[in-house]
């Protein structure tokens, strides 16, 4: 379903007196506008339905607005197969970008919000930003040229960080948490080495928005996307809006504090932060105590996999840990759905499983009982798809559900 946006004719036209001839038909032609936009792409059919309007008044108003070029028409099927309609696409592209520690991902969009392409890659850990921003722009160019588009096509980009990011300056709230963006302007970086206007967000925040627009979020107005991966995040979509608090922090459940005065140190500075024992760096340590070197993750789940008993206790335990902090979460915001994604979501119900049994043990049961416990859908490309939304926004497409409160 494609996005709302503003729709030429739809706002700012002269208004003739009401009532006359020339006054219905605008209002029509905003009825049949708007519905697409809601919508996407409906027949003619479906476009009466939606907008009340006879079908004889819809295939007058279609062909009108095809030729004013604010509408396209297309057969569904050869020959004389049902017409789709749907809103013209403007010129240009939107650019996400995901700029984690251990990988880069881009994705590129056209401006009704159909993804174009994207593609992903791995990177050093060691990498500083300003060389993982040279790797984005070679990323670009790629994705770019495989969605058949050039760099002046882009209208603007949003870029996802593994950090808290104050909304009011743009910068990495918390340099102890990623130290590669200390002292540097991320909008900055970006504009200057991608050549386009680039906002910056915090990578569980646009995930939650990749989601709701095109993952395991949709159909629900208040949910929290857990990202669990080297760190522990969460985006809180309530009333359909994104809820980044007031300078954007909102949602670092990896910070909670579980033992404040004789847990280990975390990379934040603090002791006893629940990402220091969730996390994948924490399940691997764990796991090399008994099992000596693990090269990544991968191996913990292919050890999954093979039946291996102490790496799926290990995983079980870790759910239980997430499911105790997701259980305070859900007494305080009552959700439809808590939707886990990241890397560590990859174990499957080895680790969801205990999850929803601390929620359904210790959560308020009115709230327990209208929540439920889901695998991301987009999987490790929540983030950069979210992103592609975040800059559709950015470029005054009213994107559903981005709105931050």
Known sequence: MAGSRNIPGVQGVPRPGPGSPRSLRQANRRRVLSALARDGV???????????????????????????????????????????????????????????????????????????????????????????????????DRVLSAAGKQRADVRCGALALPAPVDISSGRVGSMEIEPRWSGIDPAAL???????????????????????????????????????????????????????????????????????????????????????????????????????????FDEVLERVKAGDALCRRVLAQTGRHIGVAVTNLVNLLNPQRVIIGGELSTAGDVLLKPIGEMIHQYAIPSAAARVEVVRSELGKRSEVIGAAMMALADNGVRVASVEAS
């Open 42 to 140: 409906l027949s003619q059919a479906d476009l009466s339905r939606a907008t009340g309007l006879a079908a004889s008044t819809v295939s007058g108003l279609v062909h009108e607005l095809a030729a004013d070029g604010e509408l396209t028409l297309e057969r569904q099927s050869a020959g004389r197969g049902t017409q789709l309609v749907r809103l013209a696409v403007p010129p240009g592209v939107v650019v996400g970008l995901d700029n984690g520690r251990q990988h880069l991902a881009v994705a590129v969009a056209d401006l009704n919000g159909e993804l174009l392409a994207d593609e992903r890659m791995r990177i050093s850990a060691g990498l500083s930003a300003v060389e993982s921003m040279a790797e984005l722009d070679r990323l670009v």
């Open 190 to 296: 970006a504009r200057d080495v991608l050549g386009f206007d680039v906002s910056v967000h915090n990578d569980t925040n646009v995930g939650a928005i990749g989601e709701a627009r095109r993952g395991a979020g949709r159909g629900a107005n208040h949910f929290a996307y857990i990202w669990i991966s080297e760190g522990l995040g969460a985006g809180l979509m309530l009333n359909n809006s994104l809820y980044a608090g007031v300078t954007g922090i909102a949602g670092e459940l990896g910070h909670t504090l579980q033992r404040a005065e004789t847990g280990a140190l975390c990379r934040c500075g603090n002791r006893g932060c629940l990402e220091t024992v969730v996390s994948t760096p924490a399940v691997i340590r764990l796991l090399e105590a008994q099992l000596g070197p693990i090269s990544s």
